[in-house]
C-alpha cells in the first residue's frame, strides 16, 4: 500500500546520503583550491589546540606555525573559536588530514538540507520540502563550499535549525521547542557574530507575522545575543588582548571605500557582480524563482494577503541579506557570503514553483516537471561546478611548504625570497610546512646565523641580484621546475 509518509522519509534520505557522497569529492584534496585559505587557517588552529591544549591557549586561537612558547603565541580574535574547536575534535578522532577538516562543513552542510526540508514540510508539503533539499545538492555553491571549513558556510546550518525550532514553537507553543532555539543561538554565536542574523530576522517575523504566531518570548533572544558577544570580549580580555581588537577590521568591513583603490568598489558594480555570483552560483532556475517570489510577495502585500508562508521566507531574505548589506568589503572580495542567502533562495524558489504548478489539472506531471527543473539545475553550471572542485590556485605554496618541512627541523627558521608570497601563500606554507618562515626580496644581515634555508620561487624571483649573487657564489644551489633553494 502506498504510504506518502513512508515514501518522503526514504527520499529524505536518499538525498542526504547523495549529499553525502557529493561533498566527498575530492574531500582529501591539499589546501590549494578556491578560498581554501580558510581551510589551512582553522586547521592550522585546530591543530595548535592539540599541540598545546585548551587549557595552555586558554582556548584562544593560536595562529603560530612552529612548536612556540606560550608567550610568543598570536592570536585570532575576530572570531569565536568554536569552529576550530570542532575541527580539532576531527583531528584527534579521525587524524590530521584535509578529510578530517572538511568533515565537520560536511556534517552542517548535512544538516543543512535535514532542516530545509522540516521547514518546506511546514510552509507547504513534504514534497516541497523534497524539492527544496534536493534542489540545494545539485547548486555549484553547495557542493563547492559545503565542505570549506569557514564559519559562514557552517553558521547558515545551526540558523536554519533555529528557524525551524522558531516555526515549532510559535505554532505548538511547546517550551522544548523554544530551548532548542535559545541553543541554536549560543551554539551559532560560538562558531561566528552572523549566527545573530536569526534574531534580527525572527524578530521582523514577529512584527509582520498573524498575531496568532505572536510571542514576546522572542525578543528575549536580543538579550542573549548581547551576552554571548560579552562573553567573547571577556574570553579576549583574559588572552591578555585589548578587547578592541575584536573589532580591529569591522569599519573595513562595514565601509568598503576604505580599500576602494584596492578592490575596485563601487555600489553599482558590487551589486552588478553579487547579482551575477547568485546566477552562477545558484543556478538560472532558482535565481529567476526568487525574483518571481519578489514579485508575488509584493502583490500579496498590496492585497493585504500574504500568507505565513511568504512572511517566513521574507524572513529568511532578511537573514541572507545583512551580511551582504552591511558588510559589504568582506563580501565584495568572498563570493562565498552569498551562502547565507541559500536558505532564502531554495524555499523562495520552491514555494513559487510548487504555486506556478499547482493548476496543474494532471497530477502525474508533477513529478515530471519537478525532476525536469532539478535536471536543469545540476546541468545548467556543472562545468563551472567542476572547475570549482578542479581548482589549484595555490598548489605553488604547498610546493614550498614541502620542500622548507624536508629540509629544515621544528625551531629552525626558513627564508622565501617574494613579497608576493608573503601576500598569497603565507599562511598555506605554514600550515603544510609546520615551520616559521620569514619573507623579503633582500636578504636579512644576520641571515647566516638565523636562517637555515633560503627559497627562490621561480614564478616571483623578487630577490634582489647582490643577494641572488652571493647565495649564488657561497652556498650550493638547489633546484626544480619551480624553486631554487639553499641550505645555510
Known amino acids: 500500500m502506498f504510504n506518502p509518509r513512508r515514501v518522503s522519509k526514504i527520499l529524505i534520505i536518499i538525498i542526504l546520503i547523495l549529499a553525502f557522497k557529493l561533498l566527498l569529492v575530492n574531500i582529501d584534496k591539499p589546501f590549494w583550491g578556491h578560498h581554501d585559505w580558510n581551510s589551512a587557517v582553522y586547521s592550522n588552529i585546530a591543530r595548535n589546540y592539540i599541540r598545546y591544549g585548551y587549557l595552555e591557549t586558554k582556548f584562544g586561537q593560536v595562529t603560530n606555525a612552529d612548536l612556540q612558547d606560550k608567550k610568543s603565541f598570536s592570536y585570532i580574535t575576530h572570531y569565536p573559536p568554536l569552529l576550530p574547536i570542532l575541527i580539532s575534535f576531527s583531528f584527534k578522532i579521525l587524524g590530521q588530514t584535509e578529510n578530517s577538516a572538511r568533515l565537520v562543513p560536511v556534517i552542517f552542510s548535512l544538516i543543512l538540507i535535514f532542516f530545509l526540508y522540516q521547514i518546506g514540510k511546514e510552509l507547504h508539503s513534504k514534497m516541497l520540502g523534497i524539492f527544496a533539499s534536493m534542489s540545494v545538492v545539485l547548486t555549484p555553491i553547495f557542493l563547492y563550499f559545503g565542505k570549506l571549513p569557514v564559519h559562514d558556510t557552517i553558521v547558515p546550518a545551526v540558523s536554519v535549525f533555529g528557524f525551524w525550532t522558531y516555526v515549532k514553537f510559535i505554532k505548538t507553543k511547546k517550551l522544548k521547542y523554544y530551548i532548542f532555539l535559545l541553543a541554536s543561538v549560543v ?29 514576546k518570548k522572542i525578543f528575549t533572544l536580543i538579550p542573549l545575543s548581547i551576552g554571548i558577544f560579552s562573553i567573547h570580549l571577556i574570553h579576549v580580555h583574559s588572552l591578555g588582548i ?5 573589532f580591529s577590521n569591522l569599519a573595513e568591513r562595514v565601509n568598503p571605500y576604505l580599500t576602494a583603490d584596492l578592490y575596485g568598489f563601487s555600489l553599482i558594480k558590487y551589486i552588478k557582480q553579487e547579482l551575477l555570483l547568485l546566477r552562477v552560483y545558484y543556478t538560472l532556475p532558482i535565481f529567476l524563482g526568487s525574483f518571481l517570489f519578489f ?9 493585504r494577503n500574504l500568507t505565513f508562508a511568504q512572511t517566513l521566507v521574507a524572513s529568511f531574505f532578511v537573514y541572507g541579506i545583512i551580511q551582504i548589506a552591511v558588510f559589504s568589503q568582506l563580501s565584495f572580495i568572498h563570493d562565498y557570503m552569498i551562502y547565507y542567502l541559500l536558505p532564502f533562495l531554495i524555499l523562495s524558489f520552491s514555494l513559487i514553483t510548487f504555486r506556478i504548478l499547482q493548476n496543474l489539472r494532471k497530477k502525474l506531471l508533477y513529478p515530471i516537471v519537478l525532476v525536469t527543473i532539478l535536471s536543469f539545475i545540476f546541468i545548467d553550471k556543472l562545468p563551472f561546478t567542476n572547475a570549482l572542485l578542479a581548482t589549484s590556485m595555490h598548489e605553488k605554496g604547498y610546493n614550498a611548504a614541502k620542500i622548507i618541512k624536508s629540509q629544515i627541523f621544528p625551531g629552525e627558521v626558513a627564508f622565501v625570497g617574494s613579497g608576493s608570497y608573503k601576500e598569497f601563500e603565507e599562511v598555506f606554507i605554514a600550515y603544510y610546512s609546520e615551520r616559521q618562515v620569514t619573507y ?13 634555508l633560503i627559497l627562490r620561487p621561480k614564478d616571483h624571483d623578487a630577490l634582489d641580484n647582490a643577494s641572488k649573487q652571493l647565495l649564488n657564489s657561497k652556498y650550493i644551489k638547489h633546484e626544480n621546475n619551480n624553486f631554487t633553494w639553499y641550505e645555510i
Request: charged letters at 25%; a negative charge.
Open 440 to 452: 623579503g626580496e633582500k636578504l636579512p644581515e644576520n641571515f647566516e646565523s638565523e636562517i637555515k
Open 187 to 215: 551554539i551559532g554565536g560560538l562558531i561566528n557574530w552572523s549566527a545573530f542574523y536569526l534574531v534580527v530576522a525572527l524578530c521582523f517575523h514577529q512584527l509582520i507575522a498573524d498575531r496568532k504566531f505572536r510571542e
Open 295 to 303: 514579485l508575488w510577495f509584493i502583490y500579496s502585500f498590496v492585497k
Open 242 to 246: 585589548d578587547s578592541a581588537s575584536a
